[in-house]
Nanobody, 119 residues
């Protein structure tokens, strides 16, 4: 499975960005897709995940109410709409795919896209 993420950039606090991640290859093996992020000097953390076959999405507490994950099965693409961005959202965002759970088991990773939120 190959993952290609896009959509990062520089935005002011309070602004919005939408990340996209297109999956290719053995996509039939994917059960869920999600987004992680890694800020400078910090560990990578789970942001959001969604099952490919349905079910509710999952969010980190820090992004609930501001971020929305969605999917387009026909395009094998997952999106992350990020609203009301804060400087602490600044990080490299990684798209990932899991053959098992929605909040665990991610073993395919995209290249990362940088999101910078200025105050």
């Amino acid at each position: 499975v190959q993952l290609q993420a896009s959509g990062g950039g520089l935005v002011q606090a309070g602004g919005s960005l939408r990340l996209s991640c297109a999956a290719s290859g053995r996509t039939f093996s994917i059960n869920a897709m999600g987004w992680f992020r890694q800020a400078p000097g910090k560990e990578r953390e789970f942001v959001s995940g969604i099952s490919w076959s349905g079910g509710r999405p999952y969010y980190a507490d820090s992004v609930k109410g501001r971020f929305t994950i969605s999917r387009d099965n026909a395009k094998n693409t997952v999106y992350l709409q990020m609203n009301n961005l804060k400087p602490e959202d600044t990080a490299v965002y990684y798209c990932a795919a899991s053959r098992t759970g929605v909040t665990f088991g991610y073993d395919y990773w995209g290249q990362g896209t940088l999101v910078t939120v200025s105050s």
